[in-house]
């Protein structure tokens, strides 16, 4: 794609997503404690003088951690509907709802597209106040570059505070035509990498990228499906005429994509999987608190998605999580009983294979 032509594209879908949020409902403040993460299960938490609000900041270094609380009336009308807490206070957090572990949420301070910020909330809590409270910390991978730099720590900002409830039609035409925009630029990519020479390959390969690039029948089908469907959406207007137009958008897309003839190399399976360094940018401790976030959403997204299939290996984070999250672990069994956790792997932890001897590898190994 040209590049006007590829802001044109996705501007709109942008304008598109931001229609889905059907109603919100603002959490205006967050009361907050504050301490240290000293080890697994054990912290130095106090109550503190900080009241949180939107557009406040606050810092954070090593293991120092906030617990952000507020207590949040849901409207009964939204009951049957999708709701979602959208919560960005920077750094991580895990997130718990009338003291349960529900998900987790990860904020970076430039990097948009890397925001997970929305938390599911039960349907059987609409109509009622919900306590809820956010243990947040360091996002570690943002946090390295600060190190570098001489930086002992962070300012974070609370950005979104609030309830959402969620129109299903948009948000899921929005994300049909995201991941179609996204596959364009996957078709494209070896062309323009060819193109702008920086990559060196043989002719052969050049004609090969080319001919399945941009000047490709597939690049120019898949375009044109999406060009057509956005371009009878009514965006520029109301959300009574951009609501009414996204059935008949979303069928012109999938008519478009189903329409192209292709010859398939394979059958391939998404699987869900997250690896999580046991110790890298960040100290051993703070595994055991990553493993409980990315568990936690797994958890989450398996209740929004039945076919959503996940798989983790490292027996040694499982075996953390038992001990210190054992509702998590209770509910990672019965997925696993379902055959949509898959347990892989049969290492202790996923060692680096670079740097260690043979006799160090072997003692990885389960049997």
């Not at 070896?190 to 029948?217: A, C, F, H, I, T």
Request: hydrophobic letters at 35%.
């Amino acid at each position: 794609m040209e590049f006007s032509k590829q802001k044109i594209l996705l501007n709109k879908i942008e304008q598109i997503g931001g229609f889905s949020a059907l109603d919100s409902v603002s959490i205006p403040q967050w009361h907050a404690e504050h301490g240290f993460y000293i080890s697994p299960g054990q912290y130095d938490r106090q109550p503190c003088d900080l009241i949180l609000t939107p557009g406040r900041h606050w810092t954070c270094s090593d293991s120092e951690t906030y617990w952000f609380s507020a207590d949040v009336e849901i409207p009964a009308g939204w009951r049957g509907g999708r709701v979602f807490l959208d919560l960005d206070f920077g750094g991580e957090g895990i997130v718990r709802i009338n003291g349960k572990i529900v998900s987790a949420v990860t904020s970076y301070l430039q990097d948009n597209k890397q925001q997970r910020n929305r938390v599911l909330v039960p349907e059987s809590l609409c109509g009622s106040v919900i306590h809820v409270e956010s243990e947040c910390a360091l996002n570690y991978m943002e946090f390295m570059k600060f190190r570098a730099a001489g930086r002992q720590e962070i300012e974070y900002t609370l950005r979104s505070s609030r309830l959402i409830l969620i129109d299903e039609t948009i948000e899921k035409y929005y994300f049909d035509c995201l991941v179609t925009y996204e596959a364009l630029e996957e078709i494209a990519y070896p062309y323009d990498r060819v193109r702008q020479g920086n990559v060196k390959v043989p002719r052969e390969l050049q004609m090969y990228m080319y001919q399945n690039g941009k000047d490709s029948y597939m690049y120019s089908r898949v375009l044109d499906a999406l060009q057509r469907s956005l371009n009878s959406v009514d965006v520029d207007f109301d959300r009574e005429r951009l609501t009414a137009s996204i059935p008949g958008a979303s069928a012109i897309l999938h008519e478009g994509l189903e329409a192209i003839e292709y010859t398939p190399f394979g059958h391939i399976v998404f699987t869900g999987n997250s690896h999580i360094d046991t110790a890298w940018l960040w100290p051993v401790k703070e595994t055991v608190r990553k493993a409980a976030k990315t568990f936690s959403n797994t958890l989450t997204l398996m209740e929004q998605y039945p076919d959503h299939v996940f798989a983790h290996s490292q027996p040694w984070q499982y075996a953390q999580v038992k001990k210190y999250y054992p509702e998590l672990f209770e509910q990672i069994k019965k997925r696993v009983a379902e055959g949509r956790w898959e347990l892989i792997g049969n290492s202790w932890v996923e060692a680096d294979a670079n740097v260690p001897s043979g006799e160090a590898l072997v003692r990885q190994l389960l049997y």
